[in-house]
Each structure stands twice: as structure tokens, then as C-alpha cells.
Nanobody, 122 residues
């Protein structure tokens, strides 16, 4: 499956952004979807996960209550709604697809998008 992330940009602290991940190729609904981020000089870290049917979600503690992951299997898209953004949320955000039932581990994702940059100014 090919993934294309979009929606990044520059936003002030406290603002919102909505990231999108468009999928093509193999059956989108066969994969759990995750969002990860990588800040300069840091390792890539898990942000959010949504199961194949959308019934299960999980979040990193750092974004819980501020970010919401969703998916639309009919449109082969996944989204990450980010609210109350903080400067520490600045990073390149990646969407990824996994054949696992549920996982937050980078190594267990099979396909990755190219990343979209989110910059939060203070």
C-alpha cells in the first residue's frame, strides 16, 4: 500500500491542524493505521493508532486528550486531528500501516508515508 501524508504547516501554540493520510494499492481496511512523529535530533515516536475497522484507538500519553485519530475506509483515508498544539509537538509526522491487530512499535509497521512537517510557534 502506498501512503501520502498531508496537512502539515505552521501554527501558533494553542492552534489546530488536521493531518490526512491517503492510501492506495492494497485493501486499506486490511491495515491498522498509525501516526508517528520525529523531531529534530530525536527518534521517531508513536503518536496514535486506529484499528482496521476504527473501533480501537490508542494514543501516546503526550497527546492524549488533544489529538484524535480517525479513518474512512470508504475513502481510503486516515486523519489526525491535532488540537491545543504545543511547541513540543513540532516534528515531521508520518502515517504508517500495519498488518498487526494493534501495535505502537515502529518496527511492526509495514508501510510508511513520506512525512509532513508540523511547526508550532510559541
Amino acid at each position: 500500500v502506498q501512503l501520502q501524508a498531508s496537512g502539515g504547516g505552521l501554527v501558533q501554540a494553542g492552534g489546530s491542524l488536521r493531518l490526512s493520510c491517503a492510501a492506495s494499492g492494497r485493501t486499506f481496511s486490511s491495515y491498522g493505521m498509525g501516526w508517528f512523529r520525529q523531531a529534530p535530533g530525536k527518534e521517531r515516536e508513536f503518536v496514535a493508532f486506529i484499528s482496521r475497522g476504527g473501533g480501537t484507538t490508542t494514543y501516546a500519553d503526550s497527546v492524549k486528550g488533544r489529538f484524535m485519530i480517525s479513518r474512512d475506509n470508504a475513502k481510503n483515508t486516515a486523519h489526525l486531528q491535532m488540537n491545543s498544539l504545543k511547541p513540543e509537538d513540532t516534528a515531521v509526522y508520518y502515517c504508517a500501516a500495519t498488518s498487526r491487530v494493534i501495535t505502537t512499535l515502529t518496527s511492526e509497521y509495514d508501510y510508511w508515508g513520506q512525512g509532513t512537517l508540523v511547526t508550532v510557534s510559541s
